[in-house]
């Protein structure tokens, strides 16, 4: 038991973005039993991926159709090394692709069966949009809102979307290329911070994706959803769902909408309640966005397996 059984803590899990070559091999070193999480991510992608997330190469991690199972596979092997820890979330969520990583952490859906459909969540996302025809951008400085408003006067006969909401000041646009790139232009001269196209592969999260969600629906019916133990915020709606079949409906209809991590971020500290989020993954992206979205929560990366004596020590326990 902790010291402190009040603390209402939750678990969020990165998405894309979060990827390096030699992620979780910190926490391999530190526990050795959670290289069987990556021996079978191994067998069921019949592909060696524990190798290419310790040894790269990175341009081969950073394709889409590799990446999304390569964060998957190591936020599963940090859930697994933390597994022992006194520790209880109340309301998990994850961003974007995250969302899976929070389902297989609920039970709402089986570890296997996560890395064969973001595997192919993956394909779909990357084959949707030809090269080249799509970008993304980040705007950074003014408030959504504002984005919002110059995205919809940049897109004209194309499309430019918000495709993230990730803190106050902090948006990012999909869509049209050309359209995007008047949208970074008009951020610029409206007083953005920082307006600059991103060097991502496709315009994710966007109606562009349309034919990516198509694809994947199939596949998504075919998986037996689970009711989960513990509720996952969900990006689309933010707010969190309990039941498998609301579940498998979030995530059809995230990939060609926006991901509503501001909502889904104030949701859980404010109606849920939360002292303590915990980024359960590779990377520190999401910890930085949640200090900008509640900054009188606490939050702790576990991206290194250093980051469980700041956890032990805010919940009271002493290694």
Not at 63 to 89: D, R
Not at 247 to 260: H, I, N, T, Y
């Amino acid at each position: 038991m902790t010291e402190n059984p009040a603390m209402r803590v939750a678990f969020v899990f990165p998405g894309q973005g979060s990827q390096s070559v030699g992620m979780g091999s910190a926490w391999i070193e530190a526990h050795p039993q959670v290289e069987q999480v990556f021996d079978r991510a191994d067998r069921a992608l019949d592909m060696p991926l524990k190798q290419l997330c310790q040894a790269g190469p990175a341009e081969e991690l950073q394709l889409t159709a590799n990446t999304q199972p390569a964060i998957l596979t190591t936020s599963v092997a940090i859930l697994e090394a933390i597994s022992g820890l006194p520790i209880e979330p109340v309301l998990m969520a994850g961003h974007s692709l995250g969302e899976y990583s929070a389902h297989v952490a609920a039970g709402s859906m089986t570890f296997e069966e996560a890395l064969l459909v973001v595997r192919r969540r993956g394909e779909l996302m990357q084959k949707a949009v030809p090269v080249g025809r799509g970008a993304m951008a980040a705007v950074l400085g003014l408030e959504a809102e504002a984005v919002a408003k110059i995205a919809d006067e940049a897109a004209g006969d194309d499309v430019c979307t918000v495709a993230n909401f990730n803190a106050p000041t902090q948006t990012v646009l999909a869509g049209d290329r050309l359209a995007v790139e008047r949208a970074t232009r008009l951020a610029k001269e409206r007083g953005a911070r920082r307006a600059m196209i991103l060097p991502v592969s496709a315009p994710f999260h966007s109606p562009l994706m349309r034919p990516a969600r198509e694809g994947l629906e199939p596949r998504l019916d075919a998986v037996e959803f689970q009711d989960s133990r513990v509720p996952v915020v969900c990006n689309i709606d933010a707010v969190p769902v309990s039941s498998g079949a609301a579940a498998r409906d979030a995530l059809k209809r995230q990939v060609d909408g926006p991901v509503r991590w501001v909502e889904s971020i104030n949701w859980m500290a404010e109606q849920g309640k939360i002292d303590l989020f915990v980024e359960v993954g590779p990377g520190t992206v999401l910890t930085g966005l949640i200090r900008r979205i509640a900054p009188t929560t606490k939050t702790v990366s576990l991206d290194r397996a250093s980051g469980t004596e700041k956890l032990l020590e805010i919940l009271g326990e002493r290694a």
